[in-house]
């Protein structure tokens, strides 16, 4: 069965986990996959996106990664840790 929640995400482009639990909380189960980008994550940390997946969401976690090819590898697997 076709489910048109799986083909949207929903952005996350606010800069408290506040605000970001208000957007989730006002569209319910209508969503089921938010973006975390720079600002939220920069502002709020890890447990933003824990918090997110621990609700049952799934998370693209957009962080744009560019510099020394070890660091960001390491980042990078920092990130898959999370569960996204």
Same mark, same amino acid.
């Given at each position: 069965?076709?489910?048109?929640?799986?083909?949207?995400?929903?952005?996350?482009?606010?800069?408290?986990?506040? =605000?970001?639990?208000?957007? $989730? =909380?006002?569209?319910?189960?209508?969503?089921?996959?938010?973006? $975390?980008?720079?600002?939220?994550?920069?502002?709020?940390?890890?447990?933003?996106?824990?918090?997110?997946?621990?609700?049952?969401?799934?998370?693209?976690?957009?962080?744009?990664?560019?510099?020394?090819?070890?660091? $960001? =590898?390491?980042?990078?697997?920092? =990130?898959?840790?999370?569960?996204?």
């Amino acid at each position: 069965m076709y489910d048109p929640r799986q083909h949207l995400i929903v952005a996350l482009d606010v800069s408290t986990a506040a =605000a970001a639990q208000k957007i $989730v =909380a006002a569209l319910g189960e209508s969503a089921l996959t938010y973006k $975390v980008g720079m600002q939220l994550y920069t502002a709020e940390g890890p447990r933003v996106v824990r918090d997110l997946i621990a609700s049952g969401r799934r998370v693209f976690l957009d962080l744009k990664y560019h510099g020394i090819p070890n660091t $960001v =590898a390491a980042a990078v697997h920092q =990130a898959a840790e999370l569960g996204v």
